[in-house]
């Protein structure tokens, strides 16, 4: 392959850091056609699904792409805003903000949200940030628990990035945040919350993402992190054994996914005489389909449907001030060394110069 020629850094321009919150990414209207863009992007990445490439592109053109896209456009309807999909919403929230709360802390940075799949893309945005004389990149991938098929996935395409760039920016990378001390007392704080207004339920279920169960076996550590997020946010929180359960939700496909499914427990626990129960989902740094579709809409009605009285959802951390102060802990600590409490170049002469003239009209 060849490099392309690519504008220089211009000399004298300031160097600059900045993070880069990436998250899934989601389709840009709840309708068919993007539908059918978006999810052949995503089901396209072979980190997701491991399965030979030939084979799965027939299945993936031939059947799913047919019709998945009408099905999943009709849930996006649902839960769509009129600023957009929820994901992209609160994603570009918390850049915006993450780079306040850093602000507030003296770091001079450059702060922006990229999507693994749609837009904006992780390319895109890289390189918008290179035009801007920024030097230093530190990766923030949305996931509290890594795995091949999130946090890798971002490593992936910035990799993909990186290939064709000559003059590449300090890059460094975070792989997660499971079991961080500000992670677990974030999300106790809003199961607390939520329990101070509606009382506290007979079960609280964790539902996290699920995986295909074979990825357990070939050593991708996203179970373990899960299981240990929800073993710690149980001890935050004082509960007894009986009194919390991790479940697995949103399995795609005929294979066998991590184990218990969240909708058949909860069906089966309503049946069993559960009434009240609440429902968070750590693995999830915001709201999006899965949450606010998937859990809130249609795992409530199969609870109540069997028997169940009240049925608590627990929102994400989204926007909320701990949250947003964990993201900032954590970006703080892999910033380490960087110079982002330094003005920038060009700022400092210009302050500088500001400085010497205030001392020359006191004069
Ligand atoms: C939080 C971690 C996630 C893991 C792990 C994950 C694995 C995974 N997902 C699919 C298939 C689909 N996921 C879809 C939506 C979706 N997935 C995540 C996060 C994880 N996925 C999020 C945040 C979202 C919501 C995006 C949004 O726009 O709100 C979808 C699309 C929706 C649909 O058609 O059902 C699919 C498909 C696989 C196969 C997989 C693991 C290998
Ligand atoms: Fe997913
Ligand atoms: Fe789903």
Redesign the pocket.
């Known amino acids: 392959m060849s490099y392309q020629a690519e504008a220089p850094y211009s000399h004298g321009s300031p160097a600059r850091s900045a993070v880069l919150l990436c ?5 840009e209207a709840p309708t068919a056609p993007a ?1 059918r863009r ?2 052949a992007q ?2 396209s990445d072979p980190r ?2 491991e399965i030979p490439k030939l084979v799965w592109q027939l299945i993936l053109h031939g059947i799913i792409l047919r019709v ?1 896209p009408a ?2 456009a009709a ?2 309807a649902s839960v769509w805003l009129p600023e957009g ?3 992209q919403v609160w994603t570009d929230k918390q850049a915006k903000l993450l780079q306040g709360y850093l602000g507030e802390r003296g770091h001079h940075l450059i702060v922006r949200h990229a999507m693994r799949y749609g837009r904006p893309a992780i390319a895109e945005q890289l390189k918008a940030l290179r035009a801007e004389g920024v030097t230093r990149v530190l990766v923030l991938p949305a ?1 509290p ?1 890594y ?1 091949g ?2 946090t890798a996935s971002v490593v992936d395409e910035v990799a993909r990035w990186a290939l064709k760039t000559r003059h590449l920016p300090e890059l460094r990378f975070i792989n997660r945040y499971h079991d961080d001390p500000g992670y677990i007392a974030a999300l106790a704080d809003s199961v607390r919350a939520h329990w101070a207004r509606n009382g506290q339920p007979e079960l609280l279920v964790m539902s ?5 169960e074979r ?1 357990l076996h070939l050593g991708d550590p ?1 179970h373990c992190e899960c299981l240990k997020t929800g073993r710690l946010l149980a001890e935050a929180l004082g509960l007894r054994r009986e009194q919390w359960l991790v479940t697995f939700q ?1 399995r ?2 005929k294979a066998k996914w991590l184990e218990p499914y969240t909708e058949p427990t909860l069906r089966a626990r309503a049946k069993a005489g559960l009434r009240k129960v609440d429902l968070i989902c750590p ?2 740094a915001a709201d ?3 949450t606010l579709e998937e859990i809130a809409q249609e795992a409530r009605e199969a609870f109540l449907h069997e028997g169940g009285k009240e049925f608590g959802y627990i929102p994400c951390l989204n926007d909320s001030p701990a949250g947003m102060r964990m993201l900032a802990d954590l970006a703080e600590r892999h910033l380490q060394g960087w110079p982002t409490r330094e003005l920038p170049d060009a700022a400092q002469a210009s302050a500088q110069r500001q400085a010497a003239l205030a001392a020359g009209a006191t004069r």
């Open positions: 998250n899934l990414g989601t389709p539908l978006y999810l995503f089901l997701v699904v998945r099905k999943s849930k996006y999909s929820p994901l996931y628990q795995s098929a999130t996290f993402h699920g995986m295909p990825t996203y949103s795609f496909g693995g999830f999006c389909l899965e």
